[in-house]
């Protein structure tokens, strides 16, 4: 059973202040991973897609990179906008299997 | 852009009542999914369809039914509503059954 596991649960930063948060996964045969965004009280909104270990994505001040156990969204010199919960997922069979976030609070 | 538009932001239905939940999206995907989201809990599967009419249950089906008359809009039904349904509710889709799936805005459902 394809299972992701997300940590920290939540991350409090301040404004400038650069981490990473951390998705790790248990797949037979990864066949790419997916970060979300999600505000709350709004659906998940897609940021990146990862393919093969050594991939890098990045957006703004978010870079997700990949390597066969896990995969990292590094956010560097966040801003209070960057406040939210991140989402990964992984393809199973037919569907995505999720993890249960990251809630991060970016304080200025 | 994708776009998933789902009928409603918020709910409010009384226990017993049959409740329809719509969805559409405009990207001709072939499969369509309905989540739903509570704390702690995260996304949880109810069901899913990789075409038209044809439909396959997620982890948690029990107490909903779907349908897919047309490639582009999936409705999510709750039988009879009870209050531990009270949840958020997402619709998504997806070209394929390996890529990245998009969401609708959430339906915050809150059975009285």
């Known amino acids: 059973e394809d299972q992701v596991t997300q940590s920290p649960e939540a991350l409090r930063l301040q404004e400038g202040e650069s981490s990473s948060l951390n998705c790790s996964y248990t797949?037979?045969?990864?066949?790419?991973l997916f970060w979300y965004r999600q505000d709350p009280g709004k659906g998940p909104e897609f940021l990146f897609t990862l393919y093969s270990a050594g991939e890098e994505k990045e957006k703004e001040r978010l870079k997700a990179t990949l390597t066969k156990k896990e995969s990292f969204l590094h956010i560097t010199a966040p801003k209070p906008e960057d406040s939210a919960t991140y989402l990964c997922a992984v393809p199973g069979y037919s569907t995505l299997t999720f993890g249960k976030g990251t809630m991060l609070l970016v304080s200025p | 852009d994708v776009k998933v538009t789902q009928s409603s932001r918020y709910l409010v239905k009384r226990t017993g009542e049959k409740v329809f939940l719509e969805c559409v999206q405009d990207m001709d995907h072939e499969n369509m999914f309905w989540y739903r989201q509570d704390p702690g809990l995260g996304l949880r599967l109810i069901y899913f369809?990789?075409?038209?009419?044809?439909?396959e249950k997620g982890d948690i089906p029990e107490g909903y039914s779907v349908s897919r008359e047309k490639k582009e809009r999936f409705s999510l039904i709750l039988e009879s509503a009870s209050t531990n349904q009270t949840s958020m509710y997402l619709c998504?889709?997806?070209?394929?059954?390996?890529?990245?799936?998009?969401f609708g805005q959430g339906t915050r459902l809150t059975v009285v």
């Open positions: 797949v037979s045969g990864l066949r790419g």
């Open positions: 998504a889709s997806s070209p394929g059954t390996v890529t990245e799936a998009f």
């Open positions: 369809s990789y075409d038209v009419k044809m439909k």
